[in-house]
């Protein structure tokens, strides 16, 4: 079964940096989780040039930073400072504390990017940082990014998700990446393709509960990300951003976001 949830209406501004919150629990008709097994939380974010997200505290949040356009300069005190853009990809394994900082120079270029937010699999763990080039991206080819800790992947995440991107040209066919026992969840970065006969465009995300085939369809050059997630995996369930206590509740998801959407409507945003 492929669920499909349309641009996401939660969004936060906190002047100059602007977030939008994916919830992949929430596509479900019934949903009992904001996230959908490991896979917490899959936040847009944006920075404007010269802003500066001041030192802060995460725990129990796994976090992918992923950087396809502009520049994210981090600052923590284990590691000083490290720069994620295009070539480079950053993994927070927080645990049990880690604290860090986020800028932009007046000179950077405007700052788009996911922080794919992943429980791990025990409480408190030792933190750690990750950071360090990636291979550049094939075209019509999935690259795969992000695995577990015993995993092929460069970087890792302490929880059964897998983690991949692709850039697509127009017209294109590919196969999802998929795995035995695996779910996948997939966030459209840009462009718009077709699945089936369900079309996707910028900021919409799509569920498949199910570890079978399935082909996608670039109607115009595309980004993705996917991610092979094992649904039953234990989880902790106490990340400072992936499972913040004011998360709405999950039978109040379908509601909210009827009333985010049908607000956006009547302001003309879109």
Do not use: C
Request: net charge negative.
């Amino acid at each position: 079964m492929l669920y499909r949830g349309a641009k996401s209406p939660i969004v936060r501004d906190m002047g100059g940096f602007k977030t939008r919150l994916n919830m992949p629990g929430w596509l479900l008709p019934r949903p009992r989780d904001h996230g959908y097994g490991p896979l917490a939380m899959v936040v847009e974010s944006m920075l404007e040039p010269g802003r500066l997200i001041a030192m802060h505290e995460h725990q129990n949040d796994e976090i992918l930073s992923w950087v396809p356009d502009g520049v994210m300069r981090h600052n923590d005190p284990a590691t000083g400072r490290l720069i994620t853009d295009s070539a480079h990809l950053m993994v927070m394994n927080a645990g049990k504390s880690f604290w860090h900082s986020e800028e932009t120079l007046p000179s950077d270029p405007p700052l788009r990017m996911l922080q794919v937010f992943v429980r791990p699999h025990s409480l408190d763990l030792p933190p750690n940082i990750q950071h360090g080039p990636i291979a550049p991206a094939p075209v019509n080819q999935w690259r795969h990014l992000v695995g577990t800790e015993d995993g092929v992947a460069p970087f890792f995440v302490r929880n059964n998700v897998d983690i991949f991107d692709l850039r697509l040209e127009a017209e294109a066919e590919v196969t999802f990446p998929r795995a035995e026992g695996r779910h996948l969840y997939f966030y459209l970065f840009s462009g718009s393709i077709q699945v089936g006969d369900v079309g996707f465009g910028a900021g919409d995300q799509g569920l498949f509960l199910s570890d079978e085939p399935l082909d996608l369809f670039s109607t115009r050059s595309a980004l993705i990300v996917a991610f092979l997630i094992e649904p039953n995996a234990g989880v902790a369930r106490r990340g400072t951003v992936g499972d913040h206590p004011k998360i709405p509740p999950p039978y109040l998801a379908r509601p909210l976001l009827r009333l985010l959407h049908w607000r956006d409507r009547l302001v003309g945003k879109t």
